[in-house]
């Protein structure tokens, strides 16, 4: 089964009242997003309007987020799980999630296979239904549609479409946006884990969705090859230059000062010249080690990043050469894995963000 055929299927056993409008909605979204509802006013606005009627209403969905295909899904206004000051966060991953994609090529493929799987029985819609729906559809230029009257009184739905991968960051995106509200200083938050877990990919969209943010990578302080002693290689955590990740990146960000960034350039053995970093309020260390015992004391935040021993050795496969998967495979994953085993590091996190479900991350 395909995906898309899965979805439809999935959408359909959940809400046997949909109608045709309610099924290529449900593709337009899954193609297109929901960017018409951000163009057409002010998001925030709406979105406090329709999160007041759910609580009115008692929305109670069944799922808080359920994919739609094409790296969305629909996040659910559920005021068992959102409060109201989720409100402007939510709606920055909605202007994020809004940039244009998708193309009305895209969307007829989908709606072949949903007039395939009418035409086949698979769906409980009527093929001479949806034929006809389409072809008006067609003749209005396939505009974003409105849920059916019958769907909206079975269902009463409430929700915003958003990436994905947002809704499974969302713990670490909400403790973030805490941090900043609880915290009148600096905010440093070390974002350890697997690697392929996603950790640089979580660090570059977080830093679109926080002003004044700056983003800090751990593999700028690999250990060079003056300090790796067989003992310091053999403790947990020792390929790690964290001496100077402490006296030159977290001890000024912990005092709001710039940053004169120097990284250690692997390849030609060489540390590179200085760059000057201005301060931000907010910063986001990720990479490997960042919650080693010389630095955890100076993030107010600890999130670790993890997925499937398969997952990750499959994302590596994808963007490393044979000769570097080996490398992950006999060195890099069993010295991070004695890290965070000999040093408890998961345990010690106020976050932990599993991605095994997600496509490929960095």
């Excluded at 490398?327 to 085993?341: C, H, K, L, N, V």
Aim: proline content about 6%; glycine content about 6%.
């Amino acid at each position: 089964m395909s995906l898309w055929n899965n979805i439809l299927s999935v959408h359909a056993q959940r809400y046997p009242l949909m109608e045709a409008r309610d099924y290529v909605k449900l593709l337009y979204q899954s193609e297109f997003g929901c960017g018409h509802l951000v163009e057409a006013g002010d998001a925030l606005a709406s979105l406090q309007s329709e999160f007041a009627q759910a609580r009115e209403e008692n929305y109670a969905p069944s799922y808080a987020v359920e994919a739609i295909g094409g790296g969305f899904c629909r996040c659910h206004l559920d005021p068992r799980l959102l409060a109201e000051r989720d409100l402007p966060l939510l709606s920055r991953c909605l202007a994020f999630s809004a940039r244009p994609r998708g193309t009305m090529a895209g969307l007829w493929r989908k709606l072949g296979q949903l007039s395939a799987l009418s035409w086949q029985g698979a769906l409980p819609l009527e093929y001479r239904e949806l034929e006809n729906f389409l072809s008006l559809y067609a003749l209005q230029g396939c505009p974003p549609l409105h849920h059916s009257d019958h769907y909206r009184e079975a269902y009463h739905p409430h929700y915003r479409v958003i990436d994905r991968d947002l809704a499974v960051y969302a713990p670490a995106l909400r403790a973030i946006d805490a941090a900043l509200h609880e915290t009148q200083g600096p905010v440093l938050v070390a974002i350890d884990g697997r690697c392929a877990a996603g950790k640089t990919t979580f660090g570059e969209k977080a830093s679109q969705l926080f002003d004044d943010c700056n983003v800090f990578h751990m593999d700028d302080f690999f250990l060079p090859p003056e300090k790796r002693t067989p003992e310091r290689l053999a403790a947990p955590g020792g390929n790690v230059d964290y001496e100077r990740a402490s006296q030159e990146l977290f001890e000024p960000l912990s005092r709001g000062e710039a940053v004169a960034l120097r990284s250690f350039d692997c390849s030609q053995g060489i540390m590179t010249p200085p760059e000057g970093i201005p301060f931000r309020r907010l910063n986001l260390i990720e990479g490997s080690y960042a919650l080693h015992p010389a630095l955890a004391g100076y993030a107010q935040l600890h999130i670790f990043f993890t997925c499937g021993a398969e997952t990750q050795l499959s994302r590596l496969e994808q963007r490393e050469t044979p000769e570097s998967l080996e490398q992950f495979r006999q060195r890099w994953i069993p010295m991070e894995e004695a890290y965070f085993q000999g040093l408890s590091i998961e345990s010690q996190c106020d976050v932990i963000i599993d991605t095994s479900r997600l496509p490929t991350q960095r």
